[in-house]
């Protein structure tokens, strides 16, 4: 199995340590900027090409700003994210509002901001109406063909067992209701599979959506403005995977949109994307420090995070490769399990994981945290959550999100008289 390279070093790590305890979340803003420029060229064929940035994977204004400074959006799933959105100063159509069992306050707020309202069932219909007091001129729809996914005889996901999404009867109905109720313009989104490690998907999903646009065109009369790709273009978690190129892809999606809307007259449809993991994913880590041994059955090493601090390992059982920083070079001569402090025994980031040998002190690096990683924290056990950092590109540390306190933690519990003596302590 090829390694996989941190973005820091043990010294840079040491220095920053000594500012910032650990664990804490840091991300690569050299790495961001340039994969965000990549995304940019590899869709520039496509002159109203958007990237809406998936709030939902790393929440932190720092972070999207530098992704806005690239021309890239919002896609926002709640309130709270519209309304970090528009604090970064991102509104009107840079936003994407893309929910499911919505509030009918949020589609008011997302529309008094200028937002793209992205419905996600027919139903949608009436309540963007009730909330708004009328649609919107401009809208999309998301679709679930069910059934299976497949690229290249493989089974890629299964829509059919998922939430999201219109069937085609009712996508067809969608359009036909609101159009008759003012929509003028039209959009297509949709979300058929996960972190996929291929340069195939979009090409394959981007085909479908173009060759379904066009019949929606031919028989309702309607003006398709854009095709939201969605996201699902994943990243390699393990080391032996090969990478996505997303200049290939876009070529690929280049291809396709040559070919289904050059003959029908369409070639002034927008392409939008909504990737949150491949913007933000490889450009995180989560940095923790050994703190315990344990040599029981097993062998253990503790470290001060937890899955408090990247859940994805305990619920999803996902692989996130680990670097013991300063001993890259050291074969991987011991077999550990890696766990953190929480009263679970899912509360593992590594299963007999071959490593080298880990001293206390040592400083682990867990790769590819920066989607999904600080984003799903929580805090069972009353575990804080912890710091989000920025390696500038003058390899300077920024501090973009402080550790939560024990104030923090108490802060909601209002009307209890030991509250003030508590947050003393």
Sequence with gaps: MSTKKPFLTKEKAEEIIKEFPTPFHIYDEKGIRENA???KKAFSWNKGFK????????????????LHEYGCGCDCSSKPELMLSKAIGIVGEDIM??????????????????GIINLDDITHIEAVEKAC??????????????????ISNGIMDNPGDAKYGMTTEQLYEAFRIMKEK?????????FL??????????????????????????KLDVKISFINLSGGVGIPYTPDQEPNDILKIGEGVHKVYDEVFGPAGMDDVAIYTEMGRFMM?????????????????????????????LMRPAIYGSYHHITVLGKENEEPAYTYDVTGSLCENCDKFAIDRKLPKIDMGDIIYIHDAGAHGYSMGYNYNGKLRSAELLLQEDGTAKLIRRAETPTDYFATFDGFDFYNDLIKE
Aim: include cysteine; charge should be negative; aromatic fraction near 12%.
């Design 97 to 114: 509002f893309s929910s499911n069992d919505t509030p009918l306050d949020e589609f008011k707020y997302c529309n008094d901001l200028g």
């Design 182 to 190: 003012g929509v003028e313009e039209f959009g297509i989104h949709s």
């Design 281 to 309: 994913g490889p450009y995180g880590a989560l940095v923790t420090t050994a703190i315990n041994e344990k040599h029981i059955h097993k062998e253990y090493i503790g470290v001060d995070a937890c899955a408090a601090n």
């Design 51 to 66: 990237e809406y940035f998936a709030v939902k994977a790393t929440p932190n204004p720092f972070l999207i700003s530098i």
């Design 193 to 218: 599979c996960s972190n996929t490690v291929t340069n195939e998907y979009y090409p394959m999903l981007a085909k479908i959506l173009f060759e379904l646009a066009v019949d929606l065109r031919n």
């Design 37 to 39: 420029e990549n995304v």
């Design 133 to 150: 007091g009328k649609l919107p001129k401009k809208m999309s729809c998301r679709f679930n063909p069910g059934g299976v996914f497949k």
